[in-house]
């Protein structure tokens, strides 16, 4: 009984006790379980990135291995084309040798016959000496006419001075200045002036005006007939509609006016459009286009961007995003005030 009386007297400091046992469990518990948080996390993580790394290593593998056998497969043809092509060079090599020496031995025995050429050539020979000793004697005959011909205008053209200056030649009374007293005989062309005629003066026309000089120019103009009358009147007696009609001509545009001004450019379309229907092959010459392979991405860089289901994400992330658009930037240039105040400390039409 003293037992229960004791325990009763202490009920409260044992209740507080309790308590503060329950708050200590419960402190300890949390960081208990934060810490078991850490480590599965920690292990988690561990394991899934092993298994992804895995995941990466065989799908390596296994694209190594098929790109290999496509890289093979592609070399083969290569190789393949490429002794055909060596071996067309070869064939076109020694075709090329049999027709240099056929065709040699071809135009040596029947184009260019050496015996035949060499005959040619003397004939040649021979026939340039006849056509040089023609061109000597034509160019001899040439000369001698053109010396012929400078003569004869020089007699001519002395025998025209010889007519003008025929006062000079001498008389019996008075000898002339080509006929001197002090030599022992005359002058060539003292005998000249002797043997040609004077040159006549110009006859006198005799139908000429006695009172008046000019009328000569006055006469000739008149014609013998008049001509005949104009069937319409001119000047300020034509008919109203003709002048309006002359007057009011219809609108004649130039040639830049009436031609467009993209012709040019037009005109070159139009060429490069002809151009295009007669050609052949719109493509350039691509050799070996149908061996492209197209390239194909790694597993791990082929998912879209973005979050993923837990397993498959990765933990390194990042999003650029999320810190350049829901950022908010500060202004470097203050506001004006004015503006800031607009509608609130002053009224319409007041500053």
């Given at each position: 009984?003293?037992?229960?009386?004791?325990?009763?007297g202490?009920?409260?400091?044992?209740?507080?006790?309790?308590?503060?046992?329950?708050?200590?469990a419960?402190?300890?518990r949390?960081?208990?379980?934060?810490?078991?948080?850490?480590?599965?996390?920690?292990?988690?993580?561990?394991?899934?990135?092993?298994y992804?790394?895995?995941?990466?290593?065989?799908?390596?593998?296994?694209?190594?291995?098929?790109?290999?056998?496509?890289?093979?497969?592609?070399?083969?043809?290569?190789?393949?084309?490429?002794?055909?092509?060596?071996?067309?060079?070869?064939?076109?090599?020694?075709?090329?040798?049999?027709?240099?020496?056929?065709?040699?031995?071809?135009?040596?025995?029947?184009?260019?016959?050496?015996?035949?050429r060499?005959?040619?050539l003397?004939?040649?020979?021979i026939?340039n000496?006849?056509?040089?000793?023609?061109l000597?004697?034509?160019?001899?005959?040439q000369?001698?006419?053109?010396?012929?011909?400078?003569?004869?205008?020089?007699?001519?053209?002395?025998?025209?001075?010889?007519?003008?200056?025929?006062?000079?030649?001498?008389?019996?009374?008075?000898?002339?200045?080509?006929?001197?007293?002090?030599?022992?005989?005359?002058?060539?062309?003292?005998?000249?002036?002797?043997?040609?005629?004077?040159?006549?003066?110009?006859?006198?026309?005799?139908?000429?005006?006695?009172?008046?000089?000019?009328?000569?120019?006055?006469?000739?103009?008149?014609?013998?007939?008049?001509?005949?009358l104009?069937?319409?009147?001119?000047?300020?007696?034509?008919?109203?509609?003709?002048?309006?009609?002359?007057?009011?001509?219809?609108?004649?545009?130039?040639?830049?006016?009436?031609?467009?001004?993209f012709?040019?450019?037009?005109?070159?379309?139009?060429?490069?459009?002809?151009?295009w229907?007669?050609?052949?092959?719109?493509?350039?010459?691509?050799?070996?286009?149908?061996?492209?392979?197209?390239?194909?991405p790694?597993?791990?860089?082929?998912?879209?961007?973005?979050?993923?289901?837990?397993g498959?994400?990765?933990?390194?992330?990042?999003?650029?995003?999320?810190?350049?658009?829901?950022?908010?930037?500060?202004?470097?240039?203050?506001?004006?005030?004015?503006?800031?105040?607009?509608?609130?400390?002053?009224?319409?039409?007041?500053?």
């Amino acid at each position: 009984m003293a037992a229960m009386v004791r325990l009763v007297g202490e009920i409260n400091t044992l209740i507080s006790e309790v308590y503060d046992e329950k708050n200590e469990a419960e402190r300890c518990r949390h960081t208990e379980y934060t810490a078991a948080v850490k480590i599965q996390s920690w292990f988690r993580g561990t394991r899934v990135r092993a298994y992804l790394r895995y995941l990466n290593k065989c799908a390596t593998t296994i694209q190594k291995h098929w790109r290999g056998v496509l890289s093979r497969k592609y070399c083969r043809g290569l190789v393949k084309i490429s002794l055909l092509a060596l071996k067309l060079n070869h064939y076109n090599l020694l075709a090329t040798k049999i027709q240099r020496s056929w065709r040699g031995y071809y135009a040596r025995k029947y184009v260019f016959n050496y015996y035949s050429r060499k005959k040619y050539l003397e004939a040649l020979h021979i026939k340039n000496e006849l056509i040089r000793s023609e061109l000597a004697d034509f160019s001899e005959h040439q000369l001698a006419a053109r010396t012929r011909e400078e003569e004869k205008n020089e007699r001519q053209r002395r025998q025209y001075e010889a007519r003008r200056h025929h006062y000079l030649v001498s008389t019996m009374v008075q000898p002339g200045i080509y006929n001197s007293p002090f030599l022992p005989y005359p002058s060539e062309t003292e005998y000249l002036l002797r043997n040609v005629q004077p040159l006549e003066h110009k006859k006198k026309r005799k139908n000429y005006c006695n009172f008046d000089p000019a009328c000569l120019s006055y006469n000739s103009q008149v014609p013998k007939t008049l001509p005949p009358l104009a069937p319409k009147p001119q000047g300020p007696f034509r008919e109203p509609k003709e002048v309006q009609k002359q007057r009011y001509k219809p609108f004649k545009p130039t040639l830049r006016v009436a031609t467009d001004f993209f012709s040019l450019e037009k005109a070159r379309q139009q060429l490069r459009n002809e151009e295009w229907v007669t050609r052949l092959n719109d493509d350039v010459f691509k050799p070996f286009s149908h061996h492209f392979v197209v390239y194909e991405p790694l597993l791990h860089t082929k998912s879209k961007f973005g979050p993923m289901n837990y397993g498959t994400k990765y933990f390194r992330e990042e999003f650029p995003d999320k810190f350049l658009i829901y950022q908010n930037f500060k202004s470097q240039v203050p506001p004006i005030p004015i503006f800031d105040k607009f509608n609130d400390t002053y009224s319409r039409g007041e500053v």
